[in-house]
């Protein structure tokens, strides 16, 4: 396909809501790349250099398994394996669930298709660390908020959620995509949620012009 006949991802995302479908514009977005990863705009084909920040610096080994969540090309999954750490990663998008395959033939890493809000109970309740890096700013705010509740009902207790996202003022409205985060919505997840906050940063991510992200870690207590 010619570069002059595909859409940016905001003009898919924006016709896909039109519809009435929110999430519906990933896969079409990694069909329409045709194995070329420049076309999808959150693959760096290397992984976060905050999720590294925080890996090196500040986070422990977990005492269960990982889960990498809206795994895009599996960059993010495949350091957490190089760690040591079993590793499952999943994507809304079978199309980029099976370039990871392409990307990674030989990778220990559990890559599936699946949808975050309709997660099978195997997964439930499972993992000690939980990576979400761009997901939760990919949708607006009404799905987002129904996110959060599968986010941490992953985590088994002692477990941790790492959350990476853009930085949105209260009250400031945003003609997304990326729809950014404000404070009171990740605050959901220790007041709605049973979470309790580790870790709550904002830092540059280094891209070229450079944004500011929230970079942070919530911990479900002990049993």
């Given at each position: 396909?010619?570069?002059?006949?595909?859409?940016?991802?905001?003009?898919?995302?924006?016709?896909?809501?039109?519809?009435?479908?929110?999430?519906?514009?990933?896969?079409?977005?990694?069909?329409?790349?045709?194995?070329?990863?420049?076309?999808?705009?959150?693959?760096?084909?290397?992984?976060?250099?905050?999720?590294?920040?925080?890996?090196?610096?500040?986070?422990?080994?977990?005492?269960?398994?990982?889960?990498?969540?809206?795994?895009?090309?599996?960059?993010?999954?495949?350091?957490?394996?190089?760690?040591?750490?079993?590793?499952?990663?999943?994507?809304?998008?079978?199309?980029?669930?099976?370039?990871?395959?392409?990307?990674?033939?030989?990778?220990?890493?559990?890559?599936?298709?699946?949808?975050?809000?309709?997660?099978?109970?195997?997964?439930?309740?499972?993992?000690?660390?939980?990576?979400?890096?761009?997901?939760?700013?990919?949708?607006?705010?009404?799905?987002?908020?129904?996110?959060?509740?599968?986010?941490?009902?992953?985590?088994?207790?002692?477990?941790?959620?790492?959350?990476?996202?853009?930085?949105?003022?209260?009250?400031?409205?945003?003609?997304?995509?990326?729809?950014?985060?404000?404070?009171?919505?990740?605050?959901?997840?220790?007041?709605?949620?049973?979470?309790?906050?580790?870790?709550?940063?904002?830092?540059?991510?280094?891209?070229?012009?450079?944004?500011?992200?929230?970079?942070?870690?919530?911990?479900?207590?002990?049993a």
């Amino acid at each position: 396909m010619d570069g002059k006949d595909r859409r940016s991802s905001q003009e898919l995302a924006r016709e896909f809501m039109a519809r009435g479908d929110s999430q519906g514009w990933f896969e079409e977005l990694y069909r329409q790349a045709e194995g070329d990863p420049s076309f999808v705009p959150w693959a760096d084909l290397q992984p976060s250099p905050l999720l590294l920040q925080l890996l090196d610096a500040h986070l422990p080994k977990p005492d269960g398994p990982a889960v990498v969540v809206g795994c895009g090309l599996g960059d993010d999954a495949e350091e957490l394996a190089r760690r040591g750490l079993s590793v499952t990663a999943f994507d809304l998008s079978e199309t980029a669930i099976n370039w990871c395959h392409e990307r990674w033939p030989d990778s220990p890493v559990d890559y599936r298709a699946a949808d975050l809000l309709h997660l099978p109970a195997e997964m439930h309740g499972r993992f000690g660390l939980v990576v979400e890096i761009n997901t939760l700013q990919a949708v607006p705010d009404a799905l987002r908020l129904r996110m959060f509740a599968p986010l941490a009902g992953m985590l088994a207790p002692g477990g941790r959620l790492v959350v990476i996202c853009r930085v949105r003022e209260e009250g400031e409205r945003i003609e997304g995509p990326p729809w950014a985060l404000c404070r009171s919505e990740l605050d959901m997840l220790t007041a709605d949620h049973g979470l309790e906050n580790e870790r709550f940063e904002l830092l540059s991510d280094g891209e070229d012009p450079p944004r500011v992200r929230y970079v942070t870690v919530f911990r479900r207590p002990p049993a």
